[in-house]
């Protein structure tokens, strides 16, 4: 068992707090992707054609290219309906935090809130340079490197390290 864990199993606050945060970012992904896979209407194709800046024109050529967006469609509603899946219950969480932060920073790239772009879907407030992609990215770079799955959740039982 790591120092790392070993500290956070002493600090209950700070362990149920990094549960907390892992689960409820869980919940985000899973209620997303689930909310995308009932949808038959549902297409990442509207985003993408609204995408701005640095990756605006890859964003046009999925949205151009029927195989591309299928791929990009099932990428966000499976890889969200997973990440939130391995997040809850705390099953291969690292790499659920990992596949979870390059799925939320490619939204932030497709539409990152900087001077001078203007988006047709509405905002949710008034954002600049951060906005909720990025600070959730950085979040489950927080769940990453206080791995409470090995302690709170089944990643503990696939643990080769020795239990205390």
């Given at each position: 068992?790591?120092?790392?864990?070993?500290?956070?199993?002493?600090?209950?606050?700070?362990?149920?707090?990094?549960?907390?945060?892992?689960?409820?970012?869980?919940?985000?992904?899973?209620?997303?992707?689930i909310a995308?896979?009932?949808?038959?209407?549902?297409?990442?194709?509207?985003?993408?054609?609204?995408?701005?800046?640095?990756?605006?024109?890859?964003?046009?050529?999925?949205?151009?290219?029927?195989?591309?967006?299928?791929?990009?469609?099932?990428?966000?509603?499976?890889?969200?309906?997973?990440?939130?899946?391995?997040?809850?219950?705390?099953?291969?969480?690292?790499?659920?935090?990992?596949?979870?932060?390059?799925?939320?920073?490619?939204?932030?790239?497709?539409?990152?809130?900087?001077?001078?772009?203007?988006?047709?879907?509405?905002?949710?407030?008034?954002?600049?340079?951060?906005?909720k992609n990025?600070?959730?990215a950085c979040?489950?770079?927080?769940?990453?490197?206080?791995?409470?799955?090995?302690?709170?959740?089944?990643?503990?039982?696939?643990?080769?390290?020795?239990?205390?």
């Open positions: 068992m790591s120092s790392l864990d070993i500290s956070i199993k002493e600090n209950k606050y700070q362990l149920y707090g990094l549960v907390v945060l892992r689960v409820l970012i869980g919940w985000h992904f899973l209620y997303e992707g995308k896979l009932i949808n038959p209407y549902w297409s990442s194709a509207a985003y993408l054609l609204d995408s701005k800046w640095i990756f605006s024109g890859l964003a046009k050529s999925i949205v151009a290219n029927p195989t591309l967006l299928t791929i990009s469609d099932y990428t966000n509603m499976w890889g969200l309906t997973l990440v939130g899946c391995s997040l809850l219950l705390g099953l291969f969480s690292r790499y659920g935090s990992l596949v979870g932060m390059a799925l939320v920073l490619s939204y932030y790239l497709f539409a990152p809130p900087l001077l001078g772009l203007e988006y047709g879907k509405p905002n949710e407030g008034s954002y600049l340079i951060v906005n990025l600070i959730e979040a489950l770079w927080v769940v990453y490197v206080f791995p409470t799955s090995n302690i709170i959740g089944l990643d503990r039982f696939f643990s080769n390290q020795e239990k205390h």
